[in-house]
């Protein structure tokens, strides 16, 4: 054999081996956030975390950071600043300059995100202040190499910006509602023709939420089918709204007879959301948004207790309060129901507003119960809020 050829058989296994050794000590580091209480952390970490850091074993290297602490929450925030992320939920996996967010988004992307980086020779820490030393602190290694940052922009997603849209609208409605108290112009604004004509366009938004939700879940007929009963419900009401006669000072006013089948339309929908939330399971969103990362977020819960939970309550002590006003002649009904659908817009706002802002992103199933919610705020504020040319109007 010539000695051209030994020298590039010599070159070649050289270059293997510099190769091997390369594949061998590349290593993909991250920094996983949980808390205790939280259920979703839970199920990666028991039940889907053993299977990938088996088969990554010491090539995938994650530091793991308890959020519920005052020094694993400033590290998240610290994250969340200098990454440029909106998210806020647990579990958050970061992997360089990858974010995953809950229980099925971090198992099912996790591995091809580690193999890639384990092909490309490895992936170092995330861009965060101070977490190379605490990483090697914890870990006991050195000379941890950090990935270069990112940014993520949270409004390339349509649906945040239909969350910050229905956000501008209830806010204005719950304004100019509770100014209506102590203003006459506004008293007739509410409920007359402005009033009306908001309500009908929000039964149009809440049918175009639930649409959305129909085109996403086609492959799922029962998810289909409630978001389709939700849409005909409201779509009953729209039609009722359009043809019946409306007094020519208060065309509101008699919206309320329709409060059931809103009401009901809610239920279905935060039913759902209690399905996803209490059995962990994935959910079926629309067209746009991502509900599995609100519903697998920290702000899926209050006090431990389900959104869809809560949701469900709600609607269903509305719905209580109108049986007692139409059969029972409660006084005090009227003031309740109002009360009700004040309670649900002003907690609507405060859940909508963490979707874009804090989570990150944004479930439609979430927004049409927030559509809900500023529909049931302008049929019933006409109970309490009587314009100033009618100040004696009797009992219906």
């Not at 992307?109 to 977490?131: E, N, Y």
């Not at 908001?198 to 879940?217: C, K, N, P, R």
């Amino acid at each position: 054999m010539s000695r051209s050829r030994l020298f590039l058989i010599f070159i070649a296994l050289v270059i293997w081996a510099s190769a091997s050794v390369q594949a061998q000590t590349a290593v993909v580091y991250g920094v996983f956030f949980y808390s205790p209480t939280c259920p979703h952390c839970h199920e990666v970490i028991e039940n889907h975390w053993p299977q990938i850091q088996e088969r990554f074993g010491d090539l995938l290297q994650v530091l793991f950071v308890d959020v519920s602490t005052a020094n694993g929450s400033q590290i998240m925030h610290s994250a969340r600043t200098a990454m440029h992320i909106e998210a806020n939920g647990v579990p958050m996996l970061i992997i360089g300059n990858e974010v995953l967010v809950g229980a099925l988004n971090i198992p099912a992307r996790t591995a091809q995100i580690v193999q890639a980086g384990l092909d490309s020779g490895g992936i170092g820490l995330p861009p965060i202040p101070g977490i190379a030393e605490l990483f090697e602190e914890a870990l006991g290694v050195s000379g941890v190499p950090t990935a270069p940052g990112d940014t993520i922009n949270v409004l390339s997603d349509p649906a945040n910006l239909l969350a910050i849209g229905l956000l501008v609208v209830l806010a204005g409605s719950l304004l100019l509602i509770v100014l209506a108290w102590n203003s006459a112009a506004l008293r007739v604004v509410v409920t007359g023709q402005v009033g009306w004509i908001a309500l009908l366009l929000g039964i149009v938004s809440a049918i175009g939420l639930t649409a959305s939700l129909i085109l996403g879940s086609l492959s799922e007929p029962l998810v289909a089918l409630i978001a389709g009963a939700s849409l005909i419900l409201f779509a009953i009401v729209g039609g009722a709204l359009l043809l019946a006669p409306r007094q020519e000072h208060e065309p509101l006013r008699g919206a309320v007879r329709f409060l059931p089948l809103i009401a009901l339309a809610g239920m279905l929908v935060a039913g759902y959301l209690m399905y996803v939330e209490t059995t962990l399971t994935e959910a079926v969103c629309g067209v746009v948004g991502d509900c599995n990362v609100v519903q697998q977020s920290a702000y899926a819960r209050i006090a431990g207790v389900p959104i869809g939970v809560i949701g469900v309550v709600g609607y269903g002590l509305i719905l209580l309060m109108w049986a007692l006003k139409r059969w029972g002649g409660t006084a005090w009904a009227d003031r309740a129901l109002f009360g009700l659908a004040l309670f649900g817009t002003i907690f609507s706002l405060y859940l909508t507003s963490l979707e874009p802002f804090v989570i990150g992103a944004t479930c439609v199933w979430c927004l049409t119960s927030a559509a809900v919610m500023g529909i049931l705020l302008w049929m019933t504020a006409p109970l309490v809020i009587a314009p100033a040319k009618h100040p004696a109007r009797g009992r219906r």
